[in-house]
C-alpha cells in the first residue's frame, strides 16, 4: 500500500507530482502525473474524475478531490488564455483533401491572414536582402556516391 507524503504540481509541461512511501519498504517515490491536453479551458471536475479512476487511482485514493482540484486550478490560472480569434487550428494530420471546397476555401483564407501577418517585405524592420546561410556538416560522402571520371552519357 502507498501513503502519500506531499502532492504538488509542475508547470511546465503541466504536471501532478506526488511523493509518497510504500509502507512494506518505507522508501519514498516521487511519481510524476503529465496532465496531457490540459489548457485553461479544461474542466477541472472531469480532469480530477479522470486522474482519480486511471492508471494512478492507487496512488490518489488518499488524497482528497478538493487538493487535486486546488492544485490543478493553480496550474490553470498560470496557463495562458487564448482567444477565439488569435486561435488557428494547427492539426498536421487533417486532411485537406477530404474537405469539400467551401471548408477548404476557409481554410485557405485562414492560412494566408497568418502569411502575410508573418511576411517580411522591403522596407520592414528586419528585412535582409539575399540571405545566405552556409550550413555545417552539408555534404554527407558514401561509398555509392563518388566522384568518378565516368559518367553515363544517357543518365
Same mark, same amino acid.
Given at each position: ?6 502532492? /504538488? &504540481? !509542475?508547470?511546465?509541461p503541466p504536471a501532478l507530482v506526488l511523493y509518497y512511501v510504500i509502507n512494506a519498504t518505507g522508501k519514498v517515490h516521487r511519481r510524476s502525473m503529465p496532465l496531457r491536453n490540459f489548457?485553461?479551458?479544461?474542466? $477541472? ?5 479522470? $486522474?482519480? =479512476? /486511471?492508471?494512478?487511482?492507487?496512488? $490518489? %485514493? +488518499?488524497?482528497? =478531490? ?5 492544485? $490543478? *486550478? !493553480? ?30 476555401? +476557409? +481554410? !485557405?483564407? %485562414?492560412?494566408?491572414? &497568418?502569411?502575410?501577418?508573418?511576411? &517580411?517585405?522591403?522596407?520592414?524592420? /528586419?528585412?535582409?536582402?539575399? &540571405? ?6 552539408? +555534404? ?5 556516391? *563518388?566522384?568518378? %571520371? ?6
Amino acid at each position: 500500500m502507498y501513503t502519500p507524503r506531499q502532492c /504538488g &504540481v !509542475k508547470f511546465d509541461p503541466p504536471a501532478l507530482v506526488l511523493y509518497y512511501v510504500i509502507n512494506a519498504t518505507g522508501k519514498v517515490h516521487r511519481r510524476s502525473m503529465p496532465l496531457r491536453n490540459f489548457s485553461s479551458e479544461s474542466n $477541472l471536475d472531469d480532469m480530477v474524475t479522470n $486522474l482519480k =479512476s /486511471g492508471r494512478h487511482k492507487r496512488y $490518489l %485514493e +488518499k488524497i482528497p =478531490s478538493e487538493q487535486i482540484h486546488r492544485l $490543478l *486550478s !493553480k496550474i490553470q490560472e498560470q496557463l495562458p488564455q487564448q482567444k477565439d480569434d488569435d486561435v488557428i487550428s494547427n492539426n498536421d494530420v487533417e486532411d485537406l483533401n477530404k474537405l469539400n471546397d467551401t471548408e477548404l476555401n +476557409k +481554410k !485557405k483564407a %485562414e492560412m494566408d491572414q &497568418v502569411f502575410e501577418q508573418h511576411r &517580411v517585405r522591403a522596407g520592414d524592420e /528586419g528585412f535582409q536582402y539575399d &540571405v545566405e546561410v552556409d550550413f555545417e556538416n552539408g +555534404k554527407n560522402v558514401s561509398g555509392w556516391d *563518388s566522384d568518378e %571520371e565516368y559518367s553515363d552519357p544517357d543518365f
